[in-house]
């Protein structure tokens, strides 16, 4: 049987872009669980916002717009202010639409 690995996050910051749903509410709630603060962000916050109210004051939901520069920079301060510094960045957001024909 394998072993759960443990590993100790706490006083670190991390953003997950992609946040709202399937592999980033998952991988923000292990990340909150090994003590990381956690910023989700994403274009639809109701997943994320969701996971906010459970988990409490180290994780933030910010709305983001990873195409837009002025988003992402806008983000990055706010996140930066809110917990002092940023340390990891999983940039999770992906946008799935149609397949162009070559």
Excluded: C
Excluded at 16 to 30: F, K, Q, V, Y
Excluded at 64 to 83: C, G, K, N, P, Y
């Amino acid at each position: 049987m394998a072993t759960a690995l443990a590993y100790d996050f706490k006083g670190r910051v991390a953003i997950i872009t992609g946040g709202s749903g399937g592999l980033g509410l998952a991988m923000a709630e292990r990340l909150w669980g090994a003590g990381a603060s956690v910023a989700l962000w994403d274009a639809n916050t109701a997943g994320a916002q969701a996971l906010a109210d459970r988990l409490g004051d180290r994780l933030m939901v910010r709305q983001v717009d990873v195409t837009s520069e002025a988003s992402v920079q806008d983000a990055a301060l706010a996140t930066a202010q809110r917990f002092g510094h940023i340390d990891t960045l999983v940039n999770n957001a992906g946008i799935l639409g149609p397949v162009a024909n070559t």
